[in-house]
């Protein structure tokens, strides 16, 4: 054992976890995520491009209610100036003043939504307020409650029944959900929607506002956020109805009703534009979504610690964007050090020192089975065609350039096949290690010509066995959350490789390499 | 398993981690690993100082001047083609005899002109160089193996590998190719390897896919208890291209060519750990006697005296 090595990884694996115990013992920060359900991280990211005059760009905020709780509300302005209107209810963020050049403004919040839905009213009687009554049930040119079809819809499908008001509801949604087919690119008119018997979702809640309207029921239209971890959010509409003294929720194409989804967000009620304009050139925005595994008050002791020191340095203050990427860059140490410990402790022989990493990096997103089946299927491709290749006798740069085009093929081949069998984004978010894999082919097909099969199989085998012990790593909710929680851990981890690096002693591997040494009956000779 | 450990430790057999950290990393100052990575400079390097090398025949140091090294070969009918920066024999390719633009490999597998070409464009475009940079292919004359020898070899050309620590030699074995191993001197493709006695130049034990072995697998003939010809002198070059590269830590490959006798054919850096194997004996009590006892400023015909003292006591059991 090398001693300098050995003291200077033992004072940096000291210093790492020092921090990481006064973290945990002084400040109380939690090591382990508490895996609470339903709180999300949401981040409104707008790009604005003004020429110079003066205009303003508002977003729908989210309000406080039974089914959703919202804090840490925080926005960045860049040159303008921001504020928050709040209209019957409504609160809407407005960055206003000269839009010169383009402006990067962003918007972000917590929110905790509720996973046991409310009840459902059971004093139906209630009249609506006045205001809620005034705005909410007139026939408009949006909700033509007015017109004659919904006027005889309504009384011939659902006839007033003052005994069962939620039933009447019920039945006018049952109605669109059924009998209206939902497309995509349908019509967003009430009306229009109406008569084809076709509607975009827009189109199918407007109609089942207007319904509601000539039932009787105050109504109006809600928008907001499906939340789905690690993909943007995506936005959605669908209507209320007021009864028994609150707005009820249902939706003719997400199909619930009297209460929110556990993963809807309401935004904005009484419209369906979140994101509105003026004075601009071009805007364009969207929500980025993270699924916190710290409840609100742990996120709270990351984000703004007794001291001020680590305040500054809390990679939770971070945007969500930078949060996503660094939570998957703070394991690459990690892996590090199980490649370290496989080649140097145990001795095995890899392709390429770090291959097995990023193998392992990219198959992160997918079930193991399936990624090692489709990395396998590429090589595999690859070396066939690697055998074509050699009778071909190129130069090596356009031999390799050839690989590389045959890997991008059945990647391109295999994203095709993933889609049929609804495997979605497939390989999406993965910048998939193309070149990598190209020169793991050639590696495999030169060390079997030099070494023979069985060498180059062992190899690969040996590879492959690194990248399914990294795998985990990638995957596991807790070791993200302790690397991210706690970088000092990084410090740790280069104490231990700096240790590995000084081990002098034997590889598991030479045990057997010289295991004529270890018979008992050849230690006479010696 | 700790008793494991415990045997290959006191038979101070010397692991990967070892070498790597005690010995080329410090022995091996990374400026000098061009005088034995680049075999040309090797050559160039060993000629100026009046060591033996294998003849270089053409070299070709771009695609466009591999039409000329053929050329220039065709007063040959054998020769050797290889990478200037190849490691462990990878991107060799042998020629025994040629028929107009066919030749013959070991194995009596024929190829044409373009295949030639081809490995050799191969070698240039850094297909076998480590790190793939671009490489240097050049053509050396097909050493022939030494008649004394040939009883004890197949296909290809038997090499006598030293192990040189800081000047002295501390331990060495013979590279015997087989049929399996297709003519080349690999222990792990197959080839055996015996150990031989620093100071009587006889062989004391030999392995096959590490298991001991008393004869070739081929030819049948016993290869422990054998003289290697002319080993003093192979010796001594070893010792004397050691010095030239300044490394601390070298294995030098010797061949005892038919005709011109004792050739250092390459010197490697880092070097492998199986000559343990081949010989039965560890490398870290030698390596420790020769850190006890070598003086700064000893001339190599003293060195080489001390190696092989060393060896003997090691053998006799008297190195701590």
């Given at each position: 054992m ?15 976890l020092?921090?990481?115990a ?14 609470v359900?339903n709180?999300?991280?949401v981040?409104?990211?707008i ?9 303003s ?8 209610d039974?089914?959703?709780e ?15 209107r ?12 000269r839009?010169d050049?383009v402006?990067s403004?962003?918007q ?6 509720s996973e046991t ?13 006045k ?16 017109a ?8 011939s499908?659902a006839p007033p029944?003052?005994n ?9 949604l049952g109605y ?7 497309v995509a ?8 929607t ?7 979702p827009?189109g ?10 000539a ?14 971890a ?7 509409v669908?209507?209320e109805?007021?009864?028994g ?5 249902l ?5 619930f ?6 993963d809807?967000?309401?935004?904005k ?11 601009l ?6 929500y ?16 703004v610690?007794?001291n001020?020191l680590?305040?500054?340095v ?9 949060q996503?990427a ?8 990690l892996?590090?050090l199980?490649?370290s410990i ?30 090692l ?13 690697r ?26 081949a ?5 889609r049929?069998?609804?495997v979605?984004?497939l390989f ?8 990598i894999?190209?020169?793991l082919?050639?590696r ?7 070494e023979?099969?069985g ?5 690969l ?9 990294i795998?985990p ?12 929680g ?9 104490g231990l490789l700096?240790?590995i ?14 295991r ?11 | ?18 070498r790597?950290?005690?010995y ?7 400026r000098?690993y061009?005088?034995?990575?680049d075999?040309?400079?090797?050559k ?11 003849p ?6 771009l ?5 000329r090294?053929?050329?220039e070969?065709?007063?040959y009918?054998?020769?050797?083609i290889k ?7 990878n ?28 490995h ?5 475009s850094?297909a076998?160089a ?16 030494h008649p004394?020898?040939?009883a ?5 050309v ?26 080349r ?7 055996v ?9 006889r ?6 896919d ?5 004869v070739?697998?081929?030819t049948?003939?016993?290869v ?16 004397r291209?050691?010095d ?8 030098a ?6 005709h ?10 880092r ?5 343990q194997?081949?010989n ?11 850190d ?6 000893m ?8 190696g092989c003292?060393?060896?003997r ?8």
């Open positions: 090398n001693r300098a090595a050995a003291v200077t990884g033992s004072v940096l694996v000291a210093l790492g020092s921090i990481f006064w973290k945990t013992l002084v400040l109380q920060l939690p090591v382990l995520p508490s895996n359900e709180l999300w991280r981040e409104l990211e790009e604005a491009r003004g020429t110079g005059q003066r205009g760009v508002r977003a729908a905020l989210p309000s406080p039974p089914e959703q919202v804090f840490d509300e925080r926005q960045t302005s860049d040159r303008l100036v921001f504020t928050i709040t209209e019957r209810g409504q609160r809407t963020g407005v960055w206003s003043g839009f050049g402006h403004i962003s972000g919040f917590r929110v905790q939504l839905p409310p009840a459902l009213p059971t004093e139906l009687s209630q009249r609506p307020p205001e809620i009554a005034e705005a909410y049930t007139k026939s408009t040119s949006r909700f033509p409650s007015d004659p079809e919904i006027r005889e819809l309504v009384s499908v029944a003052p069962d008001p939620l039933g009447q509801m019920r039945t006018l669109v959900t059924d009998e209206i087919l939902t690119t349908g019509s967003d008119d009430a009306l229009l109406l008569s084809s018997g076709e509607g975009s827009l199918k809640s407007r109609l089942l506002v207007s319904l509601l309207r039932a009787g029921f105050p109504a109006r239209i809600a928008a907001g956020l499906r939340l789905r690690e993909k943007d959010a995506r936005e959605t669908w209507a109805g007021w009864l003294g609150r707005w009820l929720p939706s003719p194409t997400l199909g009703f009297g209460a929110r989804p556990p809807l967000l309401l935004l009620f009484g419209s369906d534009t979140l994101i509105d304009e003026t004075g050139e071009a805007i364009s925005s969207r980025r979504v993270l699924r916190e595994s710290l409840d609100a008050k742990e996120v709270a002791s990351f984000m610690p007794s001020p680590l305040a500054a809390s990679l939770y203050r971070l945007p969500v964007g930078s996503a660094l939570r998957i860059l703070l394991i690459l140490p892996g590090a199980i490649i496989f080649r140097n402790l145990v001795g095995l022989r890899t392709f390429g020192t770090f291959m097995p990493l990023l193998i392992a990096l990219a198959l992160r997103e997918l079930p193991l089975s399936l990624g089946s489709l990395v396998g299927s590429v090589i595999t491709l690859g070396i066939v065609s055998l074509f290749l050699d009778r071909l006798q190129l130069l090596l740069v356009p031999r390799l350039g050839v690989l590389l085009c045959v890997v991008v093929l059945a990647i391109t295999q994203s095709l096949f993933g049929s069998y609804e979605k984004d999406a978010s993965v910048l998939f290690p193309v070149v894999l190209t020169m082919i050639e495999f097909s030169i060390t079997s010509a030099e023979g099969l060498a180059a199989v062992r190899r085998g040996s590879s492959t066995l690194i990248a399914m012990c795998y790593a990638f995957r596991f909710e807790a070791l993200d959350h302790l690397m991210f706690f970088p000092e851990l990084v410090i740790s981890i280069m700096v240790a690096g000084g081990y002098t002693g034997y590889r598991l591997a030479e045990l057997w390499r010289f004529s040494f270890t018979r008992p009956s050849d230690e006479a000779g010696l | 398993m700790t008793t494991f450990v415990g045997r290959l430790r006191a038979a101070g057999v010397l692991g990967m981690n070892r790597n950290a005690v080329t990393l410090h022995w091996n100052p990374r000098f061009p005088r034995v990575d075999k040309l400079e090797t160039r390097l060993l000629r100026e100082a009046g060591i033996p090398t294998a270089v025949l053409a070299v070709a140091r695609h466009s001047e591999v039409r090294m053929l050329r070969l065709d007063s009918s054998s020769f050797v990478p200037a920066h190849g490691a462990m024999g991107g060799i390719l042998v020629v025994f005899e040629r028929d107009g633009d066919w030749f013959r490999r070991p194995g009596g597998r024929w190829i044409d002109r373009r295949a030639l070409f081809y050799s464009a191969s070698i240039i850094g076998y480590l790190g793939g940079q671009p490489d240097v292919a050049f053509a050396e004359e097909r050493l022939e193996v004394e020898l040939v004890i070899t197949t296909e290809g038997p090499d006598v590998r030293v192990i040189v620590y800081r000047g002295v030699p501390v331990m060495s074995m013979t590279r015997l190719p087989t049929q399996r191993s297709r003519g001197a690999n222990l792990h493709q197959g080839a390897g015996a150990g031989i006695e620093l100071d009587t130049g062989t004391n034990h030999a392995v096959l590490g298991k001991p072995v008393p070739h697998p081929d049948q003939e016993g422990v208890g054998r003289p290697i010809p002319e080993f003093a002198r192979a010796l001594e070059i070893a010792v291209a050691t030239e590269t300044q490394l601390g830590y070298v294995g490959d010797v061949v005892i060519d038919a011109h006798g004792p050739l250092i054919l390459e010197l490697n850096a070097p492998g750990l199986a000559i194997v081949a039965r004996m560890g490398l870290v009590p030698r390596l420790e006697a020769v006890e006892r070598v003086r700064p400023g001339a190599w015909p003293d060195r080489i005296a001390l003292e060393i060896a006591l090691a053998r006799e059991g008297e190195l701590a």
